[in-house]
């Protein structure tokens, strides 16, 4: 029995080699890397080290595994509620969120005032430069949809929830120029206004694109928004953002493609940038020309994350020349980023809340770091 066992065992083991000889390859749908083959040891082997190893390594590799995955991913997505998959939830009526947005940020280092206290010292060095400084939160879906989550989900939502209401209360009373997308967004929510976040996704919906815009433009530059500009020139289907990310699964939505078209006495020029040859990322600059009455004059700079991706086309035909940076180059290109840096009249941080804790920090404390920053 022990020889059958063994053979039965080495078999499985050797499956995905064989499979591999026959063109048969293994792939991750679920947004991680797969588990490679454990190096067997007399440790690893006596206290079964090896074998759990192996059996999770044989999960990942067996020939059809996609399409089992696929299959028990369609499965928990369509008759259950709780985790679907190790990072994603499902709320009511089949809502999906990312774990990111609704577990506890409170083991993170960074609280309220270190956040409030970054800002106002990264506004005061701006100033400095005679720049205006603006930093905005967006919103994320736990907080403009809660009722779409769980008893249970909000439950573990519940410290993000008070971290948050903090912070707006500290952003109230700080000298800082914060912009307050909270606000908005729940009257919005509470006028049954058009979706900002799809059922199926963890970022905001191209309408949210132009909510957010229009919402950041009437802080920076009131009465500048121009609502007969906007136009909706066609529908497109995208996959569903967490089912394909997380749970390989292609589940179609149709969305809205808005375009901003200010007439023939303003053009908006399109460039999209490397800071420098290393850049991992594209930097995005937008020019425009016409009336200055119409726009908002001078450089722009808008550091962000991708929560900033939807309103960025719809904001820029606004401004006479804006970037859009992200923070990783940020990080990663600081002596680029302060060269452009230095001459712009005004500099935005835009991120998502649940970031909070991990961009901001990081990206302010860099900038502070930078001995030169100043004209």
Avoid at 4 to 19: D, G, K, R, Y
Avoid at 67 to 88: C, K, T, Y
Avoid at 237 to 252: A, D, I, Q, Y
Wanted: proline content about 7%; some cysteine; overall charge negative.
């Amino acid at each position: 029995m022990s020889r059958v066992f063994v053979i039965i065992f080495l078999a499985f083991l050797l499956a995905p080699t064989i499979s591999g000889f026959f063109g048969i390859q293994p792939k991750s749908i679920e947004n991680r890397d797969l588990e490679k083959p454990p190096a067997p040891s007399v440790h690893s082997i006596m206290n079964a080290e090896y074998f759990l190893e192996a059996g999770a390594y044989l999960k990942d590799n067996l020939p059809l595994r996609i399409e089992a995955v696929r299959l028990h991913n369609w499965l928990l997505l369509h008759s259950s509620a709780g985790s679907v998959s190790p990072r994603v939830y499902q709320g009511r009526g089949g809502e999906l969120f990312l774990d990111i947005e609704i577990k506890s940020p409170c083991s993170r280092p960074v609280f309220p005032a270190d956040l409030i206290e970054m800002v106002e010292k990264f506004q005061t060095r701006a100033e400095r430069n005679h720049q205006t400084f603006y930093f905005v939160f967006m919103p994320n879906k736990a907080f403009s949809y809660p009722e779409r989550m769980t008893s249970a989900l909000a439950g573990m939502e519940a410290c993000a929830a008070s971290r948050r209401a903090e912070l707006r209360a500290a952003m109230r009373e700080s000298p800082a120029r914060f912009v307050d997308l909270w606000t908005p967004t729940e009257q919005h929510v509470q006028d049954e206004g058009e979706r900002l976040f799809p059922k199926l996704g963890r970022h905001s919906t191209t309408f949210a694109g132009v909510f957010f815009a229009r919402e950041l433009l009437n802080e920076i530059a009131p009465g500048k928004w121009d609502p007969d500009a906007l136009q909706a020139v066609a529908e497109h289907t995208v996959s569903s953002e967490l089912p394909l990310r997380f749970m390989g699964l292609n589940l179609p939505e149709t969305r809205t493609i808005y375009h901003v078209d200010r007439g023939p006495a303003l053009t908006t020029r399109y460039e999209e940038i490397k800071l420098t040859p290393e850049s991992t990322r594209n930097s995005f600059r937008f020019t425009t020309t016409g009336a200055d009455d119409h726009l908002v004059t001078g450089r722009t700079m808008v550091f962000h994350d991708s929560f900033m991706d939807a309103p960025r086309d719809i904001l820029a035909p606004y401004f006479e020349e804006i970037y859009f940076i992200h923070w990783g180059e940020f990080m990663a290109q600081p002596e680029k980023v302060r060269e452009i840096l230095f001459p712009a009249d005004r500099v935005i941080f835009a991120y998502v809340e649940d970031l909070k804790e991990e961009a901001v920090p990081n990206t302010i404390g860099s900038t502070l770091r930078l001995d030169a920053y100043s004209r």
